[in-house]
């Protein structure tokens, strides 16, 4: 009886074993080394938040064409949105004195640029300088991460690495070899799988997360098979060890 109890308990370790391939990251890193890194903008969405200066060589002919802060003191996200331009469902904003201007296809530099011809080419002001940000850009990630949640970023491009780093990095239960990235692409929703084990995905479009990707982390098959039966190592451990006490009890 003992040595069948024994037995199960080799076979659960086993089983419950997770191999080098299964956790190492980028393990052929080596081969996309010295490579060019292409960056690219995101284009703007739906309910994006711009924060939009305008300036040039007379402060006060720019004035009608900024928003006035609405705080005092430091400067948080929440007052920059507050302060912002809201992009609407049909891909237009509200501007001052020019009204609605459309946001399609464009990223924020290349409204920046847009917004500046406008503003010289209608007569309103004189070689004007405009800057365009994104000010509501976040990323939700989920699953086998130390702090799942939706994480707010400034940065213009940020790394699925990155993104992964604001969560705390993967558990030991993730399954590095599947992570799931969700991007919308101007209203038709992506789906596609990252194998964090290799490195060939760097150079793919996946490299930089855009706005309002969530990245899932699902279970590796140690995890979703003990989590059918028996929660973790210490628990089976801890079963086993008071299964053979009994049966040593019985036996004598």
């Given at each position: 009886?003992?040595?069948?109890?024994?037995?199960?308990?080799?076979?659960?370790?086993?089983?419950?074993?997770?191999?080098?391939?299964?956790?190492?990251?980028?393990?052929?890193?080596?081969?996309?080394?010295?490579?060019?890194?292409?960056?690219?903008?995101?284009?703007?969405?739906?309910?994006?938040?711009?924060?939009?200066?305008?300036?040039?060589?007379?402060?006060?002919?720019?004035?009608?064409?900024?928003?006035?802060s609405?705080?005092?003191?430091?400067?948080?996200?929440?007052?920059?949105?507050?302060?912002?331009?809201?992009?609407?469902?049909?891909?237009?904003?509200?501007?001052?004195?020019?009204?609605?201007?459309?946001?399609?296809?464009m990223?924020?530099?290349?409204?920046?640029?847009?917004l500046?011809?406008?503003?010289?080419?209608?007569?309103?002001?004189?070689?004007?300088?405009?800057?365009?940000?994104?000010?509501?850009?976040?990323?939700?990630?989920l699953?086998?991460?130390n702090?799942?949640?939706?994480?707010n970023?400034?940065?213009q491009?940020?790394?699925?690495?990155?993104?992964?780093?604001?969560?705390?990095?993967?558990?030991?239960?993730?399954?590095?070899?599947?992570?799931?990235?969700?991007?919308?692409?101007?209203?038709?929703?992506?789906?596609?799988?990252i194998?964090l084990?290799?490195?060939d995905?760097?150079?793919?479009p996946?490299n930089?997360?855009k706005?309002?990707?969530?990245?899932?982390?699902?279970?590796?098959?140690?995890?979703?098979?003990?989590?059918?039966?028996?929660g973790?190592?210490?628990?089976v451990?801890?079963?086993?060890?008071?299964?053979?006490?009994?049966?040593?009890?019985?036996?004598?």
């Amino acid at each position: 009886m003992s040595k069948y109890f024994y037995s199960l308990f080799c076979c659960i370790l086993i089983s419950s074993c997770v191999s080098p391939k299964e956790i190492l990251y980028l393990q052929d890193a080596e081969q996309y080394a010295n490579k060019e890194i292409s960056y690219s903008n995101a284009k703007i969405q739906p309910n994006d938040v711009l924060r939009i200066t305008v300036s040039a060589l007379v402060p006060e002919s720019v004035i009608p064409y900024n928003k006035v802060s609405s705080g005092s003191g430091g400067v948080s996200i929440d007052l920059l949105q507050l302060d912002g331009y809201l992009v609407s469902e049909n891909l237009t904003i509200n501007f001052p004195v020019l009204g609605i201007l459309p946001v399609a296809n464009m990223t924020t530099q290349d409204f920046a640029d847009f917004l500046k011809k406008k503003l010289e080419n209608d007569g309103h002001l004189r070689n004007p300088s405009v800057d365009v940000r994104l000010v509501n850009a976040k990323v939700t990630v989920l699953g086998q991460v130390n702090q799942p949640g939706t994480f707010n970023f400034s940065e213009q491009n940020i790394t699925l690495l990155q993104a992964l780093g604001y969560a705390g990095d993967l558990t030991i239960n993730g399954k590095r070899e599947d992570i799931i990235v969700m991007r919308d692409e101007q209203g038709v929703r992506q789906i596609t799988h990252i194998d964090l084990t290799s490195a060939d995905w760097l150079e793919g479009p996946y490299n930089f997360i855009k706005p309002n990707d969530v990245i899932i982390v699902n279970p590796n098959s140690p995890k979703v098979k003990s989590a059918g039966f028996i929660g973790n190592v210490g628990t089976v451990i801890s079963v086993i060890s008071i299964l053979l006490t009994t049966v040593v009890l019985i036996t004598k």
